[in-house]
């Protein structure tokens, strides 16, 4: 079986996708995350990429989106904070050091090179959670469906239940309630804090399944 690693692995919504198309997960954060549901290290993600990355078939990463989000602007503004961190140039120079397959993913107005866009209406999910993924091989998203007017705006921000209107939820902050959020995303193990920082698993199960063709074809 095809083994991934999973980093900044938060509680599990990229992994869940993986393991979905058929990997074997082992997730790194430096946080503890006791609903994790596969196996986990507490450690430094990019100390770990770099002692262990070499042993793992593909290498999926997810840095601390903060440091690209509206939030931080806000913050900036009232309490003068600017310590985000931002990790995806560290994390990206470690991953080409290790040489394996790789796939990092951020918020729309990350910076990642040449990335795809996916968003839950892709799969037929009642979240639109626009992400961003930068991958090492070449991919291409499914076809975008047009949103309903006054769902997004141009840098995609993130939307109000209200915007969302009766389809579709908006997972983020503190306005939702986890049963919907659940369904809406296909998780079933998180806390309400944890959903919000997730990324629905049909993301990664498609990248994970994308990947998975292109090695087979390659090997034949």
């Not at 002692?51 to 939030?71: E, V």
């Not at 560290?90 to 996916?118: C, D, M, W």
Request: hydrophobic share 40%.
């Amino acid at each position: 079986m095809a083994l991934v690693l999973d980093l900044y692995c938060g509680a599990g919504g990229a992994g869940r996708g993986y393991a979905d198309a058929g990997f074997e997960v082992v997730g790194v954060d430096i946080a503890p995350q006791p609903r994790y549901p596969f196996e986990f290290h507490q450690e430094d993600a990019i100390e770990f990429l770099l002692r262990h990355g070499r042993d793992f078939d593909l290498i999926h990463a997810s840095p601390p989106c903060q440091a690209y989000t509206p939030i931080r602007k806000l913050v900036e503004a009232r309490w003068r904070v600017q310590d985000y961190p931002d990790l995806i140039a560290p994390t990206r120079q470690a991953l080409k050091r290790v040489g394996r397959p790789y796939v990092i993913e951020n918020v729309p107005g990350a910076p990642l090179f040449s990335p795809i866009l996916l968003c839950g209406e892709m799969f037929g999910l009642r979240v639109f959670r626009h992400r961003l993924f930068e991958t090492s091989f070449f991919l291409l998203a499914p076809p975008h469906p047009r949103h309903p007017r006054g769902s997004t705006t141009k840098s995609h921000r993130s939307v109000s239940a209200f915007e969302y209107g009766a389809t579709h939820i908006s997972v983020a902050g503190n306005n939702f309630r986890i049963a919907d959020a659940c369904a809406a995303m296909g998780i079933s193990w998180m806390t309400s804090g944890e959903i919000s920082q997730a990324i629905p698993p049909a993301y990664t199960a498609f990248i994970g399944r994308s990947y998975m063709s292109i090695m087979t074809t390659e090997a034949k």
